[in-house]
């Protein structure tokens, strides 16, 4: 059973289309953390929330961590074939150990041409 | 940096061999995660370490898993014997700790491609 719960699993669309992808829990965490991952790769951080109610912008990447620290989204604004990946939500429990993450299954993006 | 190095990168053997993955983490991170990523289960921590000393194992699936880390600049996952269902791609990823942090940045390798026949 995974802690979070990302959605959807797949997502595919044309370059300049606009996409959002949901991670939600039921728990609580004390900090919230999105990684891309290209095929053949690790993952690769893209930001780290930790306030309930934050929003944080990376170019044309909108990331917002709930009020209640619960559940978090990421927003892409007219995406391009370079953010094609899998997008990974990773949690970090208010009473788990320093460092130690769970993570969502994943959201699979294909951006065409 | 040349960051997280991993090796091999692909390894096929057969159900019963000794398998021994290896890294070496970016140098002056305290932190080495050991994960393993499945279509099925997605990316799970099998084991991390604090300054080479093993601080949650409780990932690791089984007696057939164990890892070491001897110094602070290399680390061992090794599974024996290996089983088709070990079939996976695992990842060393290190980090450094930030005073105060809730949870640092996690540099992940590129990963090993294991493949047992």
């Known amino acids: 059973t995974q802690l979070l719960e990302q959605s959807p699993q797949f997502l595919s669309i044309q370059e300049g289309e606009n996409l959002t992808v949901y991670c939600n829990s039921s728990?609580?965490?004390?900090?919230l953390q999105w990684y891309r991952q290209e095929p053949g790769e690790g993952p690769v951080l893209l930001v780290t929330v930790v306030t309930g109610g934050e929003v944080k912008k990376l170019k044309r990447l909108t990331f917002q961590f709930g009020d209640a620290r619960k559940d978090s989204s990421l927003h892409i604004t007219a995406a391009q074939p370079g953010d094609t990946g899998l997008y990974l939500c990773a949690g970090a429990t208010p009473s788990g150990s320093w460092g130690k993450l769970q993570f969502g299954a994943g959201t699979q993006v294909v951006v065409t041409p | 940096d040349a960051g997280v190095i991993q090796s091999p990168r692909h390894e096929v053997t057969e159900m019963g061999q000794e398998v021994t993955l290896r890294c070496k983490p970016i140098s002056g991170h305290d932190y080495l995660f050991w994960y393993r990523q499945t279509m099925m289960r997605g990316l799970e921590l099998l084991i991390y370490f604090n300054n080479n000393v093993p601080i949650d194992d409780s990932g690791m699936p089984e007696d057939r898993f164990s890892a070491k880390m001897p110094n602070a600049s290399f680390s061992t996952l090794k599974i024996q014997p290996s089983e088709p269902r070990d079939s996976a791609v695992y990842f060393c990823?290190?980090?450094?700790?930030?005073?105060?942090?809730?949870?640092?940045?996690?540099?992940f390798g590129p990963g090993t491609r294991l493949t047992v026949l």
């Open positions: 990823a290190s980090s450094p700790r930030l005073w105060g942090a809730r949870a640092d940045t996690q540099y």
């Open positions: 728990s609580v965490f004390s900090s």
